[in-house]
């Protein structure tokens, strides 16, 4: 039996995967917990994870397929579209999920000891249910428009990869942050929204690159989902690869998701007082 000791001198900023692998029981029964508690008592069930992003999917396609009529060259603007909302639609989940996961989690926070990362973590895993739903949702349409991805698809997988990180390193830095000020309660729904328009979700990055100033580029691909949205398209639908800028991306989601963890570790021994 692997034993725990919590010591009050240890560092608190050392990771320690072997006992988040002794509660890894626990991580499956949150995660279980939510995922029933979000659909209980719904009529539909799962299938909202088809009809939000569909519901999406039309407004997307009336506000920049027509009335703007966005160029996405020979890609037929929902597919185009749709890629995006796969990548940004576990993102937004997970985000959305971690703000509060930690208050919501509170009483048992107080009463007995756990590493608390299992809780965002447990939120990340809710959220691939959904993302796997809506993939599959995404593959009926390359079916539908005979649309067969070429030798790029083999690196879907790192982008897949890239997108949980980026998840988890936003969602555990808020999970950590709204334990302190709770004004992030109320901020994380305005940044789960006003990232979708700042991310090449419905209109495609060379806008941005073409109109933007560089420094304004730069900041715009400070997000860490727009390299990977782009990395997205480019495996599924053969569009332009990941450009320069989209390293940036990748670098913000390396330095998040470190700084993440550490400030986590760094306020996890203080959360029963606080919460």
């Given at each position: 039996?692997?034993?725990?000791?919590?010591?009050?001198?240890?560092?608190?900023?050392?990771?320690?995967?072997?006992?988040?692998?002794?509660?890894?029981?626990?991580?499956?029964?949150?995660?279980?917990?939510?995922?029933?508690?979000?659909?209980?008592?719904?009529?539909?069930?799962?299938?909202?994870?088809?009809?939000?992003?569909?519901?999406?999917?039309?407004?997307?396609?009336?506000?920049?397929?027509?009335?703007?009529?966005?160029?996405?060259?020979?890609?037929?603007?929902?597919?185009?579209?749709?890629?995006?909302?796969?990548?940004?639609?576990?993102?937004?989940?997970?985000?959305?999920q971690s703000g509060n996961s930690i208050i919501s989690s509170q009483e048992m926070i107080k009463k007995i000891y756990f590493p608390r990362l299992v809780i965002p973590l447990s939120k990340a895993v809710v959220g691939f249910i959904d993302f796997s739903i809506g993939?599959?949702?995404?593959?009926?349409?390359?079916?539908?428009?005979?649309?067969?991805?070429?030798?790029?698809?083999?690196?879907?997988?790192?982008?897949?990869?890239?997108?949980?990180?980026?998840?988890?390193?936003?969602?555990?830095?808020l999970s950590a942050l709204t334990i302190r000020y709770r004004d992030f309660q109320h901020v994380v729904p305005f940044l789960v929204q006003f990232g979708l328009y700042a991310t090449p979700v419905g209109y495609p990055s060379s806008l941005v690159i073409k109109n933007?100033?560089?420094?304004?580029?730069?900041?715009?691909?400070?997000?860490?989902?727009?390299?990977?949205?782009?990395?997205?398209?480019?495996?599924?639908?053969?569009?332009?690869?990941?450009?320069?800028?989209?390293?940036?991306?990748?670098?913000?989601?390396?330095?998040?998701?470190?700084?993440?963890?550490?400030?986590?570790?760094?306020?996890?021994?203080?959360?029963?007082?606080?919460?």
């Amino acid at each position: 039996m692997y034993k725990i000791i919590v010591d009050a001198q240890k560092s608190n900023l050392k990771l320690n995967i072997r006992e988040l692998l002794a509660y890894k029981d626990l991580f499956v029964i949150l995660a279980y917990r939510d995922l029933r508690v979000r659909y209980a008592q719904t009529f539909l069930g799962l299938t909202w994870a088809v009809l939000q992003p569909l519901a999406t999917l039309i407004i997307f396609t009336l506000v920049f397929g027509k009335a703007v009529n966005v160029d996405t060259g020979d890609i037929p603007y929902p597919l185009f579209a749709l890629c995006g909302m796969a990548a940004w639609a576990y993102f937004g989940f997970v985000l959305n999920q971690s703000g509060n996961s930690i208050i919501s989690s509170q009483e048992m926070i107080k009463k007995i000891y756990f590493p608390r990362l299992v809780i965002p973590l447990s939120k990340a895993v809710v959220g691939f249910i959904d993302f796997s739903i809506g993939f599959i949702f995404l593959i009926c349409f390359l079916v539908y428009y005979k649309y067969i991805p070429g030798q790029e698809v083999v690196f879907l997988p790192i982008f897949i990869l890239l997108t949980i990180i980026s998840a988890l390193a936003v969602g555990i830095w808020l999970s950590a942050l709204t334990i302190r000020y709770r004004d992030f309660q109320h901020v994380v729904p305005f940044l789960v929204q006003f990232g979708l328009y700042a991310t090449p979700v419905g209109y495609p990055s060379s806008l941005v690159i073409k109109n933007l100033p560089e420094w304004a580029t730069i900041l715009y691909y400070l997000n860490p989902m727009a390299g990977i949205v782009e990395g997205y398209r480019w495996c599924l639908l053969g569009s332009q690869p990941p450009g320069t800028y989209a390293y940036y991306s990748f670098i913000a989601v390396g330095i998040l998701f470190v700084s993440g963890l550490y400030y986590f570790k760094r306020v996890e021994r203080i959360m029963a007082d606080i919460v």
